[in-house]
């Protein structure tokens, strides 16, 4: 299992923008947002989720509080008005980081397709 920014981050070796965490889940503001509301959603521990891909149902437990933390920081947060979760999966689903990871976006309409899609 290859060593990630995440990694990094869960460890406290890069700081991140703190948003929510509990025992389980970690998450943090976007670098890079594409929302005026974007974060990024991680387990603390990847347990060979390198992607969704890899989900088996030894999983279910932490993809299940992963979309529960989801609910809880769109709650704290009064996203209220919508938000929209994705998680890119492989080179061609746009992932970057070999960890699972899902983000949420809020803040403007969000178009459907996504841009670059058609």
Known sequence: EEETIFHKMVKGYIPVDKIYEDEDVLAFKDINPQAPFHCLVIPRKMQGLSSLAKATDEH???LGK???AVA???EKNKLEKGFRT???TGQEGGQTVNYIHIHILAGR???WPPAGTQ
């Open 109 to 111: 309409e969000l178009k």
């Open 86 to 88: 994705v998680i890119n």
């Open 66 to 68: 992963l979309m529960l």
């Open 60 to 62: 279910k437990d932490i």
């Open 72 to 74: 809880k920081i769109a």
